[in-house]
């Protein structure tokens, strides 16, 4: 029998709330899991809570993490992390890694990496910041040295400290311009090229990366402005390339300067996941999450198989025979070495009942994926661990 993992992220609030004891056996013995993917990093939000016998609703502080850093790991870092409150009642992760030596779930650390507004307010220097100057404090750029120390020795910290079993890395390039921020408008009606133009960053410290390179970031940028005032000033919108989303960095193949900029923008991304993974202790694998159009934040799916140990390529609200076809394309970009793992929200009503969810499990699994991470455990209600067990496959044993 094949071993698959199977995993579920999970925020530390919830086991707090409902004792890691119950967690595991939720995880384990009703929904057939072996491995809980654990929020170590994460950013604000507001989340329905439908079991948590403390509350309905939860609101995270902003850009905390949630286990005890060890100082020494941070005296070369500019920025450094902020404990949220909870780690006063209780360090979850620990709890966990504790456990899983006497028999418990295999830990992963979920950990979100450059999507931080609470630095990047505090430290607008190192967020990225757009074609017309103005910076977006939701998102550090990859460039920077400050930013990118912080993330290594986040990971570095986290793995020497607490020795999980894995480390899965969110935000770890280039983020988007549409975030849904608090009342964010668009009355534009902004089109996929738009959004891509929007999202680019020309920070000093990727201007002065990139001019290594030989890029003419400024060219790039001049080139940006011009196409989204054509944008602003049209009454409707007028895709430029409706198949962007198929045709990827080619599809700006005819402003060559921004072509060459596009290419350019995954030299930071990829050599800070392998910087990441240079730094973490030997025995935590290092995973990127990331979407089958990874290029838009910077990653090249075929070069993960040198810069860390796999992807987890989520799978959100596409039909089952589309996500066999990502999936597939995913492991010939990634070849036969490296994990390939898939992301799959239970949520209603992307998925109405447990044969949709075992439809999509399945379409994975046969097309390449060795194993899968459902979303999010403490955000469904209980019935829904359930549809996860189904979706087990015959002959598959749990690790």
């Not at 992220?9 to 004891?21: A, G, I, N, R």
């Not at 992760?93 to 030596?101: F, H, M, S, Y």
């Not at 890029?215 to 962007?244: G, K, M, W």
Request: with cysteine; glycine share 6%; proline share 6%.
């Amino acid at each position: 029998m094949k071993q698959t993992r199977r995993s579920m992220w999970t925020y530390p609030w919830d086991v707090q709330d409902l004792s890691p004891e119950v967690v595991t056996q939720e995880l384990g013995a009703r929904a057939g899991l072996n491995s809980i993917s654990l929020a170590t990093s994460y950013h604000a939000g507001r989340f329905l809570q439908p079991r948590s016998p403390r509350r309905a609703t939860f609101q995270p502080e902003d850009g905390t993490i949630y286990f005890r850093p060890d100082p020494r790991r941070w005296v070369r870092s500019r920025m450094v992390p902020k404990v949220a409150v909870m780690l006063e009642r209780s360090d979850v992760l620990r709890a966990l890694v504790d456990a899983r030596e006497t028999g418990g779930l295999a830990v992963s650390a979920w950990t979100v990496c450059l999507h931080n507004t609470r630095l990047g307010m505090a430290y607008p220097d190192v967020a990225t910041c757009s074609a017309f100057g103005e910076p977006y404090a939701h998102a550090l750029c990859p460039s920077h040295p400050d930013a990118r120390e912080y993330v290594c020795a986040l990971v570095e910290d986290l793995t020497h400290g607490y020795r999980p079993d894995a480390v899965e890395l969110e935000t770890v390039g280039f983020m988007g311009f549409a975030h849904g921020l608090h009342h964010e408008k668009d009355g534009v009606g902004l089109t996929a090229e738009d959004d891509v133009l929007l999202s680019l960053c020309f920070c000093a410290a990727c201007c002065a990366r990139s001019a290594k390179a030989g890029v003419n970031a400024q060219a790039a940028a001049a080139t940006v402005r011009h196409l989204l005032r054509q944008s602003f000033e049209r009454a409707v919108p007028e895709p430029r390339c409706p198949n962007l989303l198929t045709l990827g960095i080619d599809g700006f193949a005819a402003w060559p300067d921004l072509h060459a900029y596009l290419l350019w923008r995954s030299e930071p991304v990829m050599s800070l996941i392998a910087e990441i993974k240079a730094r973490a202790h030997p025995t935590s694998n290092i995973y990127v999450i990331d979407l089958s159009v990874a290029w838009l934040g910077g990653v090249e799916t075929a070069r993960l198989r040198d810069a860390c140990d796999g992807l987890i390529l989520c799978g959100y609200d596409i039909a089952p025979s589309e996500l066999a076809r990502q999936t597939a394309e995913a492991r010939r970009l990634l070849g036969p070495d490296s994990t390939l793992l898939t992301g799959l929200r239970v949520f209603y009503p992307e998925v109405s009942k447990a044969e949709v969810l075992c439809a999509n499990v399945a379409a994975a699994t046969s097309s390449g994926s060795q194993g899968i991470n459902f979303y999010n455990y403490g955000l469904i209600p209980a019935a829904r661990l359930d549809w996860i067990r189904a979706t087990r496959l015959t002959g598959e044993r749990l690790s």
